[in-house]
């Protein structure tokens, strides 16, 4: 391979991604969202010895002009960069159409362009809207249940055309409900930890009842490591869950007993999604993944996740990463 490019590398899962692709002595061309601050994202978090070990792009995917040289030195692409939150696609729908469909449609053709060898697109589970039957297999019926979803099926199926179309080399990965250390707090997991840790009597909460596939971001890379290594799968879809479901009542509470058992919980109805974009279980079946690739999710169990849970907890209780939150607002 000659060099990776990682789209979105300033992300959550990107500058986790762009880790383990350093530490496994790969070739990075990380590509961070341009701003006036030049600011890196998370990539500012790493040691610096990976850091040092990078090409940082800064740029934008909806620009076409600059894809075609952020690309054609590239050999691979991991394709990561997107609007993520929910609630904030309600609000500013047609940049989630710009960045997530424009934005992937921009880097499919100057892969295609310049004869990129693997594309991995990032997919999403809340493709596939509430649960027709579980656990929830690649065949799986898609439904966009929110402006978000509804951008990430049209991104996928963009990302499928030109594998059909022009025999680019497209796998399309589809992550579950990924956490970890530095995930933003519109996600569930880090909005309860930040406001234990803030010390408040009382955290306030969305709907409790849905039920998550939640996979701990060390076994999201580690998929992606493996289908990047791998020359199978073009042309399709493979599930990165854990195959493990738990509610957000009683991922809370595992939460809540692990930093101070005397917090209570207040439903916010102002963080409810509307009744009919609310996907209300997700679980996934990941066996494909696991038999073509040899993955296999470390954290897959009520204890993994558990441990997973103590890791994530200890990251966010370190003082010079609390400053990247905001616990007492709403992170949409």
Not at 63 to 78: A, E, G, R, Y
Not at 232 to 251: D, R, V, W, Y
């Amino acid at each position: 391979m000659k060099k990776i490019l990682v789209t979105g590398a300033d992300g959550f899962i990107g500058s986790h991604m762009v880790e383990r692709l350093v530490l496994d002595d790969f070739a990075v061309k990380a590509l961070t969202q341009y701003n006036s601050f030049n600011s890196w994202g998370w990539l500012e978090n790493l040691p610096s010895q990976i850091i040092d070990e990078l090409e940082i792009v800064p740029g934008d995917i909806r620009d076409s002009f600059f894809v075609n040289n952020l690309v054609k030195d590239c050999s691979h692409v991991i394709h990561l960069a997107a609007l993520i939150a929910i609630p904030y696609s309600y609000k500013s729908t047609l940049s989630y159409l710009e960045t997530n469909i424009i934005g992937t449609h921009n880097l499919l053709q100057s892969c295609k362009l310049f004869g990129i060898e693997r594309f991995l697109h990032t997919s999403t589970s809340e493709v596939y809207g509430t649960a027709k039957y579980v656990p929830i297999d690649e065949t799986h019926p898609l439904s966009g249940q929110s402006p978000y979803s509804a951008s990430k099926i049209g991104a996928d199926q963009l990302a499928f055309s030109f594998y059909s179309s022009f025999e680019l080399p497209v796998v399309i990965v589809r992550p579950f409900n990924t956490f970890g250390p530095r995930q933003s707090a519109r996600a569930f997991i880090p909005t309860v930890i930040t406001q234990c840790l803030e010390g408040f009597d009382t955290i306030k909460l969305g709907s409790l009842k849905p039920t998550r596939d939640f996979s701990y971001v060390s076994d999201t890379t580690a998929g992606f490591l493996k289908i990047l290594r791998s020359d199978k799968g073009a042309g399709s879809t493979f599930n990165l869950g854990s195959g493990f479901e738990i509610s957000m009542q009683q991922t809370a509470e595992r939460i809540i007993k692990l930093i101070n058992p005397d917090i209570k919980i207040m439903i916010d109805k102002g963080r409810i999604r509307p009744v009919n974009s609310e996907v209300d279980r997700l679980l996934a079946c990941n066996k494909l993944a696991i038999e073509t690739f040899g993955w296999k999710p470390e954290f897959a169990s009520i204890e993994g996740f558990d441990k997973a849970l103590k890791e994530t907890i200890n990251w966010f209780s370190n003082n010079s990463n609390k400053k990247f939150y905001k616990p007492y607002l709403y992170n949409e």
